[in-house]
C-alpha cells in the first residue's frame, strides 16, 4: 500500500529561483555618448554605450559592443567642464571619461538614472508618457543643433518652421473634412469642387487645389506662360469607348489609383490612358490641316479596345499616311508638329483631383497626429533634418538617396514656396532597401557618427552589386558607421507599433523586428506581449523611413484611402507610399 505524501501548506513554499534571476530584473538603462578618446594623439571623440544596470555602469564600443569600463554608480559623479563636456569622475576627483553631450534632455535623463542607481540597485524608472518621449526626440535633435559650433546647414535656410506650421494649418481642414466623406464619390465631389473654385481664380485662390498644384512646377509654370494650357477633363464621366455613363468609384479608382479595369457596359479597357485619349477625341473628333491656303479636316482614329498612349500615336501616324495616300500632297511639318503637340499636351496635362487624392494619403499618415506634428520642437527637427538631407544629396548627386516622413513633410513644404521637384525616391522594394542603407551610413559618415533613424539598414541592400573592391570598401564603411541608437536615446515610434485607439502606448515588442520581415521566429521575439493585429498601428514620426509601408491611415480615414493601393501580395499591403506620394515621374520637371 502505497502511502501519500502530506501537502505543504501553501504558505510554507519557497521559491526557487535560477542563477543570475535578481541580475534579471534589475532595471537598466541605454544610452549612448560621445567620449574623448585620450589613447591616440588625435584625441578624437567616440561613440560609446552607457548601461546603467541596477549600481553598475558599464561603457562599451557603441560600434563593436566591446566591454570597456565596469563601473560602480554609488561612486561616480559626472560634472560639468567645458560647453556640452561632462566628466565622469570618482569620488576622490579621478576623472575616468570626458563625456560630450550637447543635448540637456538626454544629459537630464541620464544624470536621473545615474542617481536613482546609486541610491539602490532596485531603483525604478519614472512612468512612461510616450508622447513626452516622442517630443523629446525633436528636442534632442533641436538642442544638438543649436549647441554646434558650426551649424549643420552651412548655407542660409530656404524654409523655416514657420511655414511648415502654416501648411499644417492648411491642410488640418481639409483632412478633417475628408473624413466626413463617407464614399469615394463623395471624396471626388469634394476634390472637383476645390479644384473648379482654385481654376476659377487661379491667382487669388489659396485652397488646397492651389497647394498640391505647386506640388508639380512644370505644370505650374505651364499654366502660366501657356495661353493653351489646361487641366486634365475633369468632365469625363463617360467611357471613351460607348460613351456609357462611369459611376465615380470607377473614375475614382482608373484616375487615383491608375488602375485598369473593365466598362461594365463594353467590356473594354478603362484607363488613365484611355480617358486621356477619350477627352482628346472629345474636343478635337478631326484635326484641321492646311494646304495652300486649303483647310481639311484630318479624322482622328477610335481607340482600341485596349488603347494606350503608344498605341493611339501609332494610330494617329496612320491616319497621316492614308491621308497623304489620298490628297497627293504631303502634311506640312508644322501641321504635324501641331497635331502631335496637340496629342501630347492630353498626357501631360496635370489631373489636380487625381493630385490632390494622392497627397492626401501622405496628409492622412500626419492628419491623426497633428499634436505631435503641430509641436514647436518637431517642426524645428523636421527642419534641421531636412536641410542636413539636403547636404547629402548635393554632396552626393548621382545617389539614389531615401527621405524620412519628417524630411518629406518639409520637402513638400518647401515646394509650395519654391519651385522645386520632390527627391528621386525608388519605386522597387529592393532599390528602395539600397536607397535607405545609403543614406542611413552616407549621413553617419557626414554628422560625426549620428544615426539617421532607428530603422535598421540591410546589409545585403547596401553591399549588394559592385566589384570586390567596392564591396570590401563598403562593408568597412558599414562598420564604422551603420550604428544604431541606444534604446533611450532612440528615434521613439520608429519601428515601434501602438496598440491604443489614440496610438498612445507602444508595445513591447516595439524594439524588435518583426518576424516575416526578418525571418526570425525565435522566442525572444515572438513572446513577449502577444497584440491583436486589428489593434496594433505604426505611425509616422521624425526618423519614419518613406518607403515604411507599414505606416498607414489612421482608421478613421481609411474608409477612403484602403483604395489607394498599390497592387501586392495578400500579405504585404503597399500604401500610396512611394509611387503615389510622389508627383507622377510623367508630370514631374
Not at 505650374?220 to 506662360?225: E, G, Q, V
Not at 553617419?444 to 573592391?469: C, K, L, V
Not at 491583436?532 to 518607403?547: F, K, Q, R, S, W
Not at 481609411?558 to 508627383?583: D, E, F, N, Y
Request: hydrophobic content about 40%; aromatic content about 8%; proline content about 7%.
Amino acid at each position: 500500500m502505497q502511502h501519500q505524501q502530506p501537502e505543504k501548506p501553501q504558505g510554507d513554499a519557497i521559491a526557487v529561483l535560477p542563477p543570475g534571476a535578481a541580475q534579471v530584473v534589475l532595471p537598466d538603462f541605454r544610452i549612448d555618448f560621445q567620449v574623448l578618446d585620450t589613447s591616440s594623439l588625435l584625441r578624437a571623440w567616440v561613440w560609446r554605450q552607457f548601461v546603467i544596470q541596477g549600481q553598475q555602469l558599464t561603457v562599451l564600443d557603441a560600434v563593436t559592443s566591446k566591454l570597456l569600463l565596469t563601473l560602480d554608480t554609488p561612486r561616480l559623479a559626472l560634472k560639468p567642464a567645458a560647453s556640452r563636456e561632462y566628466l565622469l569622475q570618482t569620488q576622490d576627483g579621478k576623472t575616468l571619461l570626458t563625456v560630450l553631450c550637447p543635448s540637456e534632455t538626454l544629459l537630464a535623463k541620464f544624470q536621473a538614472t545615474l542617481h536613482r542607481s546609486s541610491s539602490t540597485p532596485y531603483w525604478v524608472p519614472p512612468p512612461q508618457d510616450i508622447f513626452q518621449e516622442l517630443i523629446d526626440v525633436a528636442k534632442s535633435i533641436v538642442e544638438t543643433e543649436h549647441a554646434a559650433t558650426a551649424p549643420s546647414v552651412k548655407s542660409s535656410p530656404t524654409i523655416f518652421p514657420v511655414d511648415v506650421a502654416t501648411y499644417l494649418s492648411k491642410i488640418k481642414p481639409v483632412y478633417d473634412h475628408v473624413n466626413t466623406c463617407t464614399t469615394k464619390a463623395d471624396l471626388v465631389a469634394y476634390l472637383i469642387q476645390l479644384e473648379r473654385e482654385y481654376v476659377a481664380h487661379p491667382t487669388t485662390t489659396t485652397n488646397f487645389a492651389s497647394l498640391v498644384h505647386r506640388l508639380y512646377p512644370t505644370d505650374l509654370d505651364r499654366s502660366t506662360s501657356d495661353p493653351n494650357w489646361a487641366l486634365a477633363n475633369t468632365a469625363m464621366t463617360n467611357c471613351p469607348h460607348c460613351n456609357a455613363p462611369l459611376a465615380p468609384e470607377t473614375l475614382f479608382d482608373v484616375r487615383v489609383t491608375q488602375a485598369t479595369v473593365p466598362c461594365p457596359e463594353c467590356g473594354h479597357a478603362l484607363s488613365n490612358d484611355a480617358l486621356r485619349l477619350g477627352a482628346f477625341r472629345c474636343d478635337h473628333p478631326t484635326f484641321p490641316v492646311t494646304v495652300c491656303n486649303v483647310t481639311n479636316h484630318l479624322p482622328m482614329p477610335p481607340l482600341r479596345h485596349d488603347s494606350s498612349s503608344d498605341m493611339y500615336q501609332a494610330d494617329v501616324s496612320r491616319a497621316v499616311f492614308v491621308y497623304e495616300a489620298q490628297t497627293g500632297m504631303p502634311m506640312p511639318k508644322s501641321e504635324r508638329k501641331a497635331l502631335d503637340a496637340t496629342l501630347t499636351s492630353y498626357f501631360q496635362r496635370l489631373d489636380l483631383v487625381a493630385a490632390m487624392a494622392r497627397h492626401l494619403v501622405f496628409v492622412s499618415q500626419l492628419g491623426g497626429h497633428f499634436g505631435y506634428w503641430s509641436h514647436p520642437s518637431v517642426i524645428e527637427a523636421a527642419v534641421i533634418r531636412y536641410h542636413r538631407f539636403c547636404r547629402v544629396t548635393r554632396d552626393h548627386p548621382k545617389k539614389a538617396l531615401m527621405p524620412t516622413i519628417d524630411i518629406a513633410l518639409v520637402r513638400y513644404v518647401h515646394q509650395t514656396i519654391s519651385k522645386l521637384a520632390f527627391f528621386v525616391v525608388p519605386s522597387t522594394d529592393t532599390a528602395a532597401a539600397a536607397a535607405y542603407a545609403e543614406t542611413f551610413i552616407l549621413w553617419a559618415e557626414s554628422s560625426h557618427g549620428s544615426a539617421y533613424s532607428s530603422f535598421a539598414p540591410s546589409f545585403a541592400a547596401y553591399t549588394s552589386g559592385g566589384n570586390a573592391m567596392t564591396q570590401s570598401l563598403r562593408k568597412k564603411k558599414w562598420e564604422k558607421w551603420s550604428r544604431l541608437p541606444s534604446r533611450d536615446c532612440r528615434f521613439v515610434g520608429v519601428d515601434e507599433y501602438f496598440v491604443d485607439e489614440y496610438g498612445a502606448i507602444p508595445s513591447a515588442t516595439a524594439l524588435y523586428p518583426d518576424a516575416e520581415a526578418t525571418g526570425d521566429e525565435s522566442d525572444e521575439t515572438s513572446s513577449v506581449l502577444q497584440v491583436d493585429a486589428h489593434a496594433a498601428e505604426y505611425v509616422a514620426v521624425i526618423g519614419t523611413p518613406l518607403m515604411d509601408d507599414r505606416v498607414v491611415p489612421r482608421r478613421e480615414a481609411r474608409t477612403l484611402t484602403s483604395g489607394l493601393r498599390i497592387r501586392g501580395s495578400q500579405k504585404k499591403h503597399r500604401a500610396v507610399g512611394v509611387a503615389l506620394l510622389m508627383p507622377l515621374a510623367a508630370q514631374a520637371p
